[in-house]
């Protein structure tokens, strides 16, 4: 059955740590592995990833996608108190792939 | 603004009522998923439309659920006989099926249910 694990569960880190947020999966036919950022409402979109070891990169935010371990972490560096929030990994379902499962996501909170 | 729009935001009904609820994609958006989300927990995916076909319904979605998009553009999500389980955040998003297939969805501010 297709699942998508994430960890740590939650993390509290002061301003300006480093954190490595990582998701696991396990699709018979991957296609691609999403990051999105959710704060008190609905999540925002992060990054698509589709091949294995290429860096994507926005400001302190970076992810990669490690095919041959089926994971991918999502760096943020010098954290700030507005990074604070759920950050949700998502892989499209084997059959189709119109069909998403999300990991439980990971609580991030930065404080001051 | 033209982000996914979800109306109403919030909906407290009392078990056994029936609620719709509303989603209007980005407009030139072809497809759209409805997911359910609980305290804790991911989106769980409930169904998907490509423009006003509905072609992926998940397990989950049972018959007292239904969902439609009749002209290809907004989508409404119906729960009858709603039971206290149904309790959660109703999320709609939408996403452009391109040649890149890059197939990134955007999500709307949802709609919390509270079941009485």
Known sequence: EDKVVQSPLSLVVHEGDTVTLNCSYEVTNFRSLLWYKQEKKAPTFLFMLTSSGIEKKSGRLSSILDKKELSSILNITATQTGDSAIY??????????????FGTGTSLTVIP | DTGVSQNPRHKITKRGQNVTFRCDPISEHNRLYWYRQTLGQGPEFLTYFQNEAQLEKSRLLSDRFSAERPKGSFSTLEIQRTEQGDSAMYLCASSSSTRTGRNEQFFGPGTRLTVL
């Not at chain 1, 998502?90 to 059959?95: D, E, L, M, S, Y």
């Open chain 1, 88 to 101: 949700l990994c998502a892989v499209p379902a084997t059959n189709t792939g119109n069909q998403f499962y």
